[in-house]
């Protein structure tokens, strides 16, 4: 098992800055990629970025050149900086770990969300 708990959301002004965390603990040897999705109300969740053991990462259009996501060498916190924040980013964000052999990829476990309110 792996336990996930997300921190750092919050309400922020347009064009303003949050750094999302997500502390992991357990089986996290079984996890070899982190991943952050977010849903807003009335809406399906969706991936925002995500990292994997190698260090390569992969962003959603809708977030590129905004947010950076990194991590702890030894998998125990996976990061979100969120930067040039805008209202349709308001969301609840969840962190998952997952694993992913070849082209599938486990459901994972997931933390219980964080609030991101983005004011215009």
């Known amino acids: 098992q792996v336990q996930l708990v997300e921190s750092g959301g919050g309400l922020v002004q347009a064009g303003g800055s949050l750094r999302l965390s997500c502390a992991a603990s357990?089986?996290?040897?079984?996890?070899?990629?982190m991943r952050w999705y977010r849903q807003a109300p009335g809406k399906q969740r969706e991936l925002v970025a995500g990292?994997?053991?190698?260090?390569?990462?992969d962003y959603a259009d809708f977030v590129k050149g905004r947010f950076t996501i990194s991590r702890e060498n030894d998998k125990s916190a996976v990061y979100l900086q969120m930067n040039s924040l805008k209202a349709e980013d308001t969301a609840v964000y969840y962190c998952?770990?997952?694993?992913?052999?070849?082209?599938?990829?486990?459901?994972?476990?997931w933390g219980q969300g964080t609030q991101v309110t983005v004011s215009s």
């Open positions: 998952n770990g997952a694993h992913r052999l070849g082209r599938i990829t486990t459901p994972g476990y």
């Open positions: 357990g089986s996290t040897f079984s996890i070899n990629v």
């Open positions: 990292i994997s053991d190698d260090g390569s990462t």
